[in-house]
């Protein structure tokens, strides 16, 4: 689970905590639910105002977080080079 405040300094140490992102949604707005589950991309998508999965962007360095994302329509970012769970 990750806090906005830790979504924040990856983006600015990406060099792209400038762009002019609408917000961050975090674990803590998705009733602590975790990455995998299906309500908290139902969350983060009614309190985004967003209808269109597609239309979601989510990104991680967990291989794993990224398929549940992607399952559920979401494009999807996989940040560096080796997924943070197996090392592969």
Same mark, same amino acid.
């Given at each position: 689970?990750?806090? &906005?405040?830790? !979504?924040?300094?990856?983006? !600015?140490? /990406?060099? *792209?905590?400038?762009?002019?992102?609408?917000?961050?949604i975090?674990t803590?707005?998705?009733? /602590?639910?975790?990455?995998?589950?299906? &309500?908290?991309?139902?969350?983060?998508?009614?309190?985004?105002?967003? =209808?269109?999965?597609?239309?979601? /962007?989510?990104?991680?360095?967990? *291989?794993?977080?990224?398929?549940?994302?992607?399952?559920?329509?979401w494009? =999807? *970012?996989?940040?560096g080079?080796?997924?943070?769970? =197996?090392?592969?």
């Open positions: 689970a990750s806090a &906005s405040e830790h !979504a924040a300094r990856c983006m !600015a140490k /990406l060099g *792209v905590g400038g762009l002019p992102w609408q917000g961050i975090d803590r707005a998705c009733s /602590l639910e975790s990455k995998h589950a299906r &309500s908290s991309f139902e969350a983060a998508m009614r309190i985004a105002g967003a =209808t269109d999965p597609a239309a979601c /962007l989510f990104c991680d360095d967990s *291989v794993k977080n990224i398929q549940a994302a992607s399952a559920f329509g494009r =999807t *970012v996989l940040v080079r080796t997924d943070r769970d =197996t090392g592969a």
